[in-house]
Every structure is written in C-alpha cells, then in structure tokens.
C-alpha cells in the first residue's frame, strides 16, 4: 500500500438514508489531506470507520498496514480521563506500550520542548478550560509519534491566536516527522492553512465535489493568511463548499 490512507468505493447506510456514495480518495504519505462538508456528510463517521470504530457496509476505508496512528476525537472531554493528572492522561500512549517511567518522562520532555503549555502537569483536566483540555488531547496523540494523524476539529475550543499559533506548530511537526494526517474542519481558513489537498464534500449521499491543491509554502504561519495565494485558495474553498451547502 503506496498510500498511507485509501478510501475506494466506500457506501454505507444510516438511519435509512445513504450517507456515501462510493466515496474514494487516498492520502499520500508525508501528506496532509482536509475536509470540509456540511452537517450530515458523515465526516466524523469516516474517520470512526478509518480507526476501525464503525464499520462501512460496502467498500473500503483502511490506514497503511503496520503503521502507528492516532485519533483527535470532536468530543475531546470525553476522551480524557478525569482520575489522571495532565501527566498522566499525556503519557498514556507510552504506557499502553509499556515505556518506562524514565523513558515516559523523557518522552513528555521532548514534546513540551515544542509545545509548551501554560499549565501544571500534576493538575487534573476538569480544573482546566475546554481549550487547555483539547491541548492535553492533542499531546496525547502527538507524544509516541504517529505515522497517521487523524482530528476531527482538533481546535474547536481554543481561541483564535491559539488556534493560529497550534495551526502552524502542528503542520510543522507533521512534515518533521514525515507523518500524514486526515483532518475534519468546519474552519475554512484552517482547512487551507493546513492542507496539502483540500476536499469539499457534498451532502448525504456524500461525494467529493471539489479537490482543490494548496501548493502553498512553509511554515504555514499567520503571515501566509494575508497573501495573494491564501486567499486564491480560500475563495475557491468557499465557493465549493457554498455549493455543497445550497
């Protein structure tokens, strides 16, 4: 498998509807891939089917065989889990994998080298804000260095110039590292800023009605939102995605 996602002909049924129509694409590796689609087009239920969460009833949604990923959840407060420290729930991963205390501190150093948090570690997440809980997820899946990233609106709760500093950061530590990513957005501006390929979805039964490449350079900083391209590239993001909607 060249890839490190394939979704070929993907259908599936909900509620006596039909939510795709033979969708497919592929994610290349070292590839950051964005969706943006209406309420209903079955975003956060591809991914669920991506994780091996759902299952489709014909088609296929599979992630390149042996390799490591991790999940963003939208409802981010229920993926934490509220008896650990902000230590703790971060450094889950490494013990799931049986790393050792030192080797999960020195692990947890390194990550926070990159991304610093304003926080104390040994404080529980429901002492926390929504925006600073949805930053211990987004550690938690960064921290034993997914191949595959899949988020499924991984900054829905911070406030803007967090999210704008996070947008950069993350993509960076993307192309670092040579992992992929598949990531949800109802943001338009993030959907770009982010993205290698973008893809609009269509209303249920869900198709790609628009693939728009975002050749854009590194790092995606703010500067990048104030240029020509950026904004070449939002307009025809939106144009595709009112299409969708209407």
Same mark, same amino acid.
């Given at each position: 498998?060249?890839?490190?996602?394939?979704?070929?002909?993907?259908?599936?049924?909900? *509620?006596?509807?039909?939510?795709?129509?033979?969708?497919?694409? /592929?994610?290349?590796?070292?590839?950051?891939?964005?969706?943006?689609?209406?309420?209903?087009?079955?975003?956060?239920?591809?991914?669920?089917?991506?994780?091996?969460?759902?299952?489709?009833?014909?088609?296929?949604?599979?992630?390149?065989?042996?390799?490591?990923?991790?999940?963003?959840?939208?409802?981010? $407060?229920?993926?934490?889990?509220?008896?650990?420290?902000?230590? *703790?729930?971060?450094?889950?991963?490494?013990?799931?994998?049986?790393?050792? #205390?030192?080797?999960?501190?020195?692990?947890?150093?390194?990550?926070?080298?990159?991304?610093?948090?304003?926080?104390?570690?040994?404080?529980?997440?429901? /002492?926390?804000?929504?925006?600073?809980?949805?930053?211990?997820?987004?550690?938690?899946?960064?921290?034993?260095?997914?191949?595959?990233?899949?988020?499924?609106?991984?900054?829905?709760?911070?406030?803007?110039? $967090?999210?704008?500093?996070?947008?950069? $950061?993350?993509?960076?530590?993307?192309?670092? /590292?040579?992992?992929?990513?598949?990531?949800?957005?109802? #943001?338009?501006?993030?959907?770009?800023?982010?993205?290698?390929?973008?893809?609009?979805?269509?209303?249920?039964?869900?198709?790609?009605? #628009?693939?728009?490449?975002?050749?854009?350079?590194?790092?995606?900083?703010?500067?990048?939102?104030?240029?020509?391209?950026?904004?070449?590239?939002?307009?025809?993001? /939106?144009?595709?995605?009112?299409?969708?909607?209407?």
């Amino acid at each position: 498998m060249n890839s490190a996602i394939e979704v070929n002909k993907l259908s599936m049924r909900i *509620d006596g509807r039909e939510l795709y129509d033979q969708l497919s694409f /592929r994610v290349p590796k070292n590839h950051i891939t964005t969706i943006l689609g209406v309420n209903g087009s079955g975003k956060s239920t591809l991914l669920n089917i991506l994780s091996g969460i759902s299952n489709s009833d014909a088609g296929t949604a599979r992630l390149c065989p042996h390799s490591q990923f991790a999940y963003i959840f939208q409802n981010y $407060r229920a993926s934490l889990l509220p008896w650990r420290s902000v230590r *703790d729930n971060i450094t889950l991963p490494l013990q799931l994998k049986g790393i050792s #205390s030192r080797g999960k501190a020195q692990k947890l150093s390194e990550l926070l080298s990159e991304w610093p948090i304003d926080f104390s570690l040994d404080t529980f997440p429901y /002492r926390l804000s929504g925006g600073q809980q949805q930053l211990i997820i987004l550690l938690r899946s960064l921290i034993a260095e997914p191949d595959i990233l899949l988020a499924d609106e991984p900054f829905s709760a911070l406030d803007y110039e $967090r999210t704008l500093l996070l947008r950069e $950061r993350l993509f960076n530590w993307l192309k670092k /590292r040579s992992a992929s990513a598949l990531i949800v957005s109802h #943001s338009i501006e993030e959907a770009v800023q982010l993205a290698d390929t973008l893809l609009i979805f269509s209303k249920s039964p869900t198709q790609i009605i #628009s693939r728009i490449e975002a050749p854009l350079h590194s790092p995606r900083s703010v500067e990048l939102l104030s240029t020509e391209a950026f904004h070449t590239l939002h307009t025809m993001a /939106r144009d595709s995605y009112l299409r969708a909607a209407a």
